[in-house]
């Protein structure tokens, strides 16, 4: 099983970014601990992030017939992008959307995602351990 995850934008500036919301850990410990998680699972992982919304595009669309799930915190983009939407849709690849804080519980605006209506699932608040808890859900899913 290939799992795509995806970070929208922002997500590299983990560490640093509004600590006392997302944390201390940085991107690329996050990316080991993905990987981790991975190999203990046996699945094969892929890491992208980009904060430009037609790379994101273009990467949902690359996966199509290799991917068998994508894990996706589009930032930003979440609230905002119907082309990131249209591009899930498109690929029709079992998606779940994760974001590290708590949206719901967040600002208005956050609350609104378009980018759910194409997931099988959102994990939100979990901090970094929903990228794990997503994983798992597709490793289920393709299980079954």
Known sequence: MKILVINGPNL???GIREPDIYGRTTY??????IEQHADEIGVQ????QSNHEGDLVDKIQEAYGNTDGIVINPGAYTH?????LDALKAVA????EVHISDVDAREE??????????CCATISGHGLDGYMEAMDLLRERNAS
């Open 12 to 14: 590299n500036m983990l």
């Open 28 to 33: 690329a410990d996050l990316c080991r601990l």
């Open 45 to 48: 992982v892929e890491l992208y």
């Open 80 to 84: 905002t992008s119907v082309a990131i």
């Open 93 to 96: 690849i079992p998606a779940v």
């Open 109 to 118: 605006f956050r609350q609104i995602s378009y980018v759910r209506l194409a």
